[in-house]
């Protein structure tokens, strides 16, 4: 008889036979395979939520606070003929974008538009706001600032943009926890993938024993526990984006309603189709990942020394 | 043509167990050479120096102009495949069918569908297993277990045929129509080495019989001699 060659069909039968028995075996113990999947499908969804919310609010501030306004309130008493006088040089300025200057009656009429105070408003004798100069800064703002602030008759800048890089600075922080969080979930799905392997290794000592007698390759043994890992990835992978779009669409209403109540017409993004195979693929990638690990520390420890 | 060397092979185990001593002796393709020797003497270990699942703590054991020691990593399974084994438990995956237990070393070895079910069958028409092919093979006697362990070993035509005690758990009949087979088997030029302690079959095969004792080789009887008694 010839001797035996790996041919391609023959490689794909190893693989397609490799396949089924993985599968067979995860159905063949579905409540094992549906905790390990579980697990690792909360390991999964719970960073893609973290990232999701994070996508939201930076979308958020961007859309709330696009510009970078300096708003510069005169002392009460100054008149929009001096007001005009000092605002003017600022028309034309090189650094200024944008100049507007609001008389105390055009502020109160929008304060009035957009508060809830406009009838306590209302019974003042006298408009009590001053003449202000809004003033968008084209480039650093930095020295158009100091400037402002070194105007005579101003009672106070407030500079829109420091809120802004206070809150960038917090959205910087939240994605660095984001990451340290999803990395230690992700680790989580790792293990629990290659506990669930660990197990069917556990079951398959002798059977694997037996294969090595005869021949096979660590490739060989590795394979099936590799469909394993990957298949339960790939279905933690699908639960996961169940699991956040039923999250999702559970506090959409809520957020939806706070985010109202502060006069935003904010809406949120679609979950994007686009991210989807992204998405399995690391699920697949990670279930492999857990298998790998598990299979290795097997053939490790049952690999007699120097072979 | 050399097939199996062993030159001046030790093997000591971590417990301080001594299983060979300076053993020394060779095997020809297509030679069958049975090897006695009382239990513990280093039989099995010697088996499973050839087949690459020990190494020597000292001497070399070659095969086919090659040193084993030198074998690492991958190239070990490959080695495997070059030796069929049929162990004293047969080894079976009792869950699986006989079929399927034969066809494992095919199916390593990356054999196509077709020539794995050609080949299968054939195995197990040799071998009188023709109508278990499809029962599972914890559902089978213990003698035709054995002759699943010998079929699985014959059947990806290996360059050397390790068996420890194949005949054990068979009638003498069987016993007498296995070892036929592995006869027929070496005129192919399969080289097949059986540990047995039983002498009566060893006696009437009338090949090259290894004496071990604690290890060492205390005899090497050619047929000739065993002819003459």
């Known amino acids: 008889m010839a001797k035996p060659t790996l041919s391609l069909s023959a490689w794909i039968g190893q693989h397609a036979s490799a396949f089924a028995g993985s599968f067979s075996r995860l159905a063949r113990r579905p409540f094992s395979s549906l905790l390990s999947l579980s697990v690792m499908a909360m390991a999964l969804a719970l960073p893609m939520a973290l990232a999701w919310s994070m996508l939201q609010m930076q979308q958020l501030t961007a859309h709330v606070q696009s510009s970078r306004a300096i708003t510069v309130f005169f002392q009460p008493g100054v008149d929009m003929v001096r007001a005009s006088a000092i605002a003017a040089p600022f028309k034309n300025d090189a650094t200024v974008a944008r100049m507007q200057l609001k008389s105390p009656s055009e502020g109160l009429a929008e304060f009035q538009q957009s508060s809830d105070l406009a009838k306590a408003i209302a019974v003042l004798d006298e408009n009590p706001l001053p003449a202000v100069m809004v003033v968008e800064p084209k480039g650093d703002e930095t020295a158009l600032l100091q400037r402002l602030r070194a105007l005579p008759d101003v009672e106070f800048v407030q500079y829109d943009g420091l809120w802004q890089q206070r809150l960038n600075a917090w959205l910087a922080l939240g994605e660095r926890v984001l990451l340290a969080i999803a990395g230690i979930f992700v680790l989580g799905a790792v293990l629990a993938v290659a506990n669930n392997v660990r197990l069917d290794i556990a079951t398959r000592v002798r059977e694997i024993a037996v294969l090595q007698q005869l021949g096979a390759s660590d490739g060989y043994i590795r394979r099936p526990f590799l469909y394993t890992g990957g298949l339960l990835g790939l279905l933690a992978g699908v639960l996961a984006v169940a699991l956040l779009l039923a999250g999702l669409s559970f506090i959409r209403p809520s957020v939806m309603a706070l985010l109202r109540s502060y006069g935003s017409d904010f809406q949120f993004s679609a979950f994007p189709l686009w991210v989807l195979p992204a998405i399995f693929g690391m699920a697949v990638i990670l279930g492999l990942c857990g298998a790998w690990f598990a299979v290795a520390h097997h053939l490790r420890q049952t690999r007699p020394v120097n072979l | 043509m050399t097939l199996l060397r062993f030159d001046n092979v030790s093997k000591k185990y971590p417990g301080g167990h001594q299983a060979l001593d300076g053993l020394s ?47 690492r990593g991958r190239h070990v399974a490959l080695h495997r495949r070059k030796v069929g084994v049929v162990h004293q438990d047969h080894c079976l995956l009792l869950e699986r069918t006989v079929f399927e237990n034969v066809a494992l070393p095919l199916q390593i070895a990356g054999c196509s569908a077709t020539e794995i079910r050609q080949r299968v069958d054939r195995m197990l028409e040799t071998l009188g297993l023709a109508e278990r092919a499809h029962y599972r093979s914890i559902d089978i006697s213990s003698g035709e277990q054995q002759r699943v362990g010998i079929a699985r070993a014959m059947v990806s035509d290996p360059d050397i045929l390790l068996a420890d005690e194949p005949t054990g758990n068979l009638d003498p009949g069987l016993a007498a129509d296995i070892m036929q087979m592995l006869v027929g088997l070496c005129a192919q030029g399969t080289a097949v080495v059986i540990a047995s302690h039983d002498l009566a079959l060893v006696k009437r095969m009338r090949k090259r019989v290894l004496v071990i004792d604690k290890g060492r080789l205390m005899d090497d009887i050619s047929p000739e001699d065993l002819a003459d008694g």
């Open chain 2, 25 to 71: 002796f060779s095997v020809q393709a297509g030679e069958m050479v049975f090897i006695t020797s009382h239990s513990g003497a280093g039989k099995s270990t010697l088996l499973k120096l050839a087949h690459l699942s020990e190494r020597p703590s000292s001497g070399g054991v070659w095969f086919g102009g090659k040193n084993l020691n030198s074998i």
